[in-house]
């Protein structure tokens, strides 16, 4: 069981960063892929970043060169780190952690664990 727990999300102007917090407990090391999406309203959740143990670590087009995402295993802790923040990157963003090794990252149906979200709304 892996528990998840997201925390700063905010709302901030275009242009402005942001940094997403995943507090990773219970059996961390049972996760092979950790990764970050996003839902807006009347849209499929979609994956923005993902990290596995393997050192794999990719993002959706739209979201390259301005987040990295990054992870602290003493702190048992995912980031976040989002730059240049758009209107279209409003949503309500969630961690994810999953202990399939084949498949998508990007695949959220192949995700076992799921936090509740934390809002991250940008205004033009």
């Known amino acids: 069981q892996v528990r998840l727990v997201e925390s700063g999300g905010d709302s901030v102007q275009s242009g402005g960063s942001l940094r997403l917090s995943c507090a990773v407990s219970?059996?961390?090391?049972?996760?092979?892929?950790m990764g970050w999406f996003r839902q807006a309203p009347r849209k499929v959740r979609e994956g923005v970043a993902a990290i596995n143990t393997d050192g794999f670590i990719d993002y959706a087009n739209s979201v390259k060169g301005r987040f990295t995402i990054s992870q602290d295993n003493a702190k048992n802790t995912l980031y976040l780190q989002m730059n240049n923040l758009r209107p279209e990157d409003t949503a309500m963003y969630y961690c994810?952690?999953?202990?399939?090794?084949?498949?998508?990252?990007?695949?959220?149906?192949?995700?076992?664990?799921w936090g509740q979200g934390t809002q991250v709304t940008v205004s033009s």
């Open positions: 994810a952690a999953r202990k399939l090794r084949i498949g998508s990252w990007s695949d959220f149906g192949l995700y076992n664990y």
């Open positions: 219970g059996n961390p090391q049972s996760a092979y892929y």
